[in-house]
C-alpha cells in the first residue's frame, strides 16, 4: 500500500494530514483527512476518509475527482506517483482469503458500477 501526505485545502487547520494512495488489497485507491485530537484521552478526528470500499476509486482520475469535492488538489508529482503505484503493487483483491465475504458484505451499499468492478476483480478481470 502506498501513502503520501499531501497538501491540504487553504482555510484548514495546519495540524490537519491529508493522505492519499494506493491499496492493492482492496483494488481502490484512497485518501484520508484526519484532525489531531483536542485532548490527550481522545482520538484523532475524521474529516474525510474515501476509497475504503473495494474497487471504489479504481484510477487516479477518480481519486482526483473525489479530492476536489473536498477543495484539494494532488500535486503533479503525486499524481505521477500514484498512477506508477497501481502497476508496480498490482491489484490482490482476489484470491484473498476474505475477499468473498468482503465482497458480499460490501454489495448492498455501493454503487451498480462499483459491484460491477468488484466482480470484475473477483474474476480476475480487475488486473
Not at 482469503?97 to 448492498?108: D, G, N
Request: contains cysteine.
Amino acid at each position: 500500500m502506498s501513502s503520501y501526505t499531501i497538501p491540504n485545502p487553504p482555510d484548514s487547520p495546519e495540524s490537519r494530514v491529508t493522505k492519499v494512495g494506493w491499496d492493492a488489497p482492496c483494488n481502490t485507491y484512497w485518501a484520508t483527512a484526519f484532525d489531531p485530537p483536542a485532548s490527550i484521552d481522545e482520538e484523532d478526528v475524521e474529516v474525510f476518509w474515501i476509497g475504503y470500499t473495494p474497487c471504489e476509486l479504481p484510477d487516479v482520475e477518480s481519486l482526483v475527482t473525489a479530492l476536489r469535492e473536498q477543495g484539494i488538489e494532488i500535486p503533479p508529482s503525486t499524481v505521477d506517483k500514484l498512477r506508477a503505484d497501481k502497476p508496480a503493487e498490482g491489484e490482490s483483491f482476489a484470491g484473498r482469503p476474505a475477499t468473498q465475504l468482503i465482497a458480499e458484505m460490501t454489495r448492498p451499499h455501493v454503487p451498480v458500477d462499483q459491484q460491477a468492478r468488484i466482480d470484475a476483480a473477483l474474476q480476475g478481470g480487475g488486473r
